[in-house]
């Protein structure tokens, strides 16, 4: 089971190079960096998993400011947005923005994506929020033509360009995989119709086997090799090494590679020693 690591940067929990040089030492394959660009300072949306947005979500530094420090400082951790909302960006500047990270970095980087569950933050950004779901599909079908092609052009509802170039391409000639970071009802039929892979958070190993059977079901309907798609949980397991390990395994059997561990709240001080912790349980 190969291990990663979530966690934002604020700029006051520690240095995303530091952080990532220390990780890649101790093992660990991959951090992920989610985000949250702008957030109204009094939203009526509750946060998902009940009560009041939690104070982390309004000062998230940048994710790709953040995973480029990150590769400056290591030689084969991955890169990962854990995950970006893509909906609020522009299609083309974040398009730039991965091929240059992914090429920089030699072809580390994984497109962890959703469609964002704040309506008052996705409308800031100009985001056509009940059809989100919609929209990224449609920005991630651009972003691929930018990626593969020479010259590119796109024609769609959202995202319209005559040919373009846009260069330096991804190491990898498709561009990086895309890892849908979602829960929703129509989910798995995203991710077997145009995904890379499915990257669920807070589930069991229970509820992961019935939906990869299902998933399984989707891949099969459309011709595609459920296979190779690519199967993180994100998440916390609480007990010692021996129990964290157990559980890992159970994540395995039900067909998860990937256990990316969900960091709590730490400190440039204490940021060494929280890793080191963690990686004598989970690595």
Known sequence: MKIGLLTPFSGRNGNPAEFARIAESLGYESIWVPEHPAVPANP????????????????????????????????????????????????????????????????????????????????????????RWTQTAEMVAAMRELWSREEASFEGKYIRFSKIKCAPKPLRKDGPPVVIGSLDKNALKRVAKWADGWCPIRISADFLAGKLAELKRECAELGRDFSRLDITVMGYIRGDRSAVQDELAKFAQAGATRFVIGLGEFTPETMG???????????
């Open 44 to 131: 009526a949306s509750k946060f998902p998993a009940g009560g009041d947005i939690p104070p982390i979500y309004f000062s998230m530094g940048d994710q790709m400011i953040a995973l480029a420090m990150a590769a400056g400082a290591t030689t084969k951790l991955k890169l990962a947005t854990g995950i970006c909302l893509v909906p609020e960006h522009n299609a083309i500047a974040i398009a730039k923005q991965i091929a240059s990270l992914d090429a920089f970095s030699g072809g580390r980087f994984i497109f962890g994506i959703g469609a964002g569950w704040l309506r008052e933050e996705s409308e800031l950004f100009g985001v056509d929020f009940p059809r």
């Open 273 to 283: 020693h929280t890793l080191e912790r963690f990686a004598a349980t989970f690595v």
